[in-house]
């Protein structure tokens, strides 16, 4: 599984039709109509997401390993 930043995942969550709906310190909070879910994404620099918490969001919005950029 390839790594991403916080930037680069939150771009990939936009282009998903997830909604920026506030940011709070560090941590991107987006939302999608029709889901009860949030996400929550870190966003230190440039540094990478750890394997699990890209995992669990990647569950959440449903998208796939190849769709990583």
Known sequence: ?????????????E???WELARI???HHIYTKKGTVYRISVPVHKNDSLK????KSLMKIAEIKDDELQ
């Open 51 to 54: 394997i699990g918490l890209l």
């Open 24 to 26: 709070n310190g560090s």
């Open 1 to 13: 599984m390839k790594t991403v930043s916080g930037k680069s995942f939150c771009k990939i969550l």
């Open 15 to 17: 282009k998903k039709g």
